[in-house]
């Protein structure tokens, strides 16, 4: 069986390209145990012997994309951090609309196969990933403290854990309801966040 870091390395192509994109689109509306390989391949527009040329089965797949869904997020997110283009308070504004857009997406049928089912043998290779991720966002995070871009004087863990809840909030039909869209309710947690409730 091939390790986790022989997929994500696995030379790019077209088909490698299509089969990625279109297993994301599945996965993230379908969840994992609805959709079987022979779904994938018809809907990407390749054979299951071309499906096999790149995994041995349909959970690798599902942790290449996800691997590479973080790996994505990252890159983002450090791009955002360090951009000379944008403001502070854009860039935090910018970090929580990441977050929530990185999401929206996603079914519920996605969160319980990924997330919650122990026996799929997803969750193990999940935790470790998002357990990296976390702290590598951190390091950047503190990095941008002692380029000035930040307060040094709070934990950065405190704002990934605040920008965790944000999805939690956005789960709230009444809250949504009372801004003009998601995005805007968004944008109101990112200023309180950053102001308080004082005068700017």
């Avoid at 145990?33 to 959970?59: D, H, Q, W």
């Avoid at 380029?147 to 854990?161: A, V």
Wanted: with cysteine; proline share 2%.
């Amino acid at each position: 069986m091939q390790s986790d870091d022989t997929i994500t390395k696995h030379p790019k192509s077209k088909r490698y390209e299509v089969l990625m994109a279109t297993a994301r689109e599945v996965f993230w509306k379908y969840g994992f145990r609805r959709v079987s390989i022979e779904e994938i391949c018809e809907r990407a527009g390749i054979s299951k012997m071309t499906f096999y040329r790149f995994f041995p089965n349909k959970l690798e797949l599902a942790k290449a994309v996800f691997n590479k869904e973080i790996d994505h997020g990252l890159v983002a997110f450090r791009k955002l951090l360090f951009s000379s283009d944008h403001t502070t308070e854009e860039k935090v504004k910018g970090l929580l609309l990441m977050k929530a857009e990185g999401t929206h997406e996603i079914s519920h049928e996605f969160l319980q196969d990924f997330y919650n089912s122990a026996d799929l043998g997803l969750k193990e290779h999940i935790d470790k990933k998002i357990h990296e991720a976390w702290a590598s966002a951190v390091d950047d995070f503190k990095r941008a403290q002692k380029e000035g871009i930040f307060r040094k004087d709070f934990q950065p863990e405190l704002f990934f854990h605040l920008a965790e809840s944000v999805m939690t909030i956005l789960s709230n039909k009444a809250l949504i309801n009372s801004y003009e869209n998601p995005q805007k309710l968004i944008l109101g947690i990112a200023d309180l966040m950053m102001f308080g409730i004082v005068q700017k």
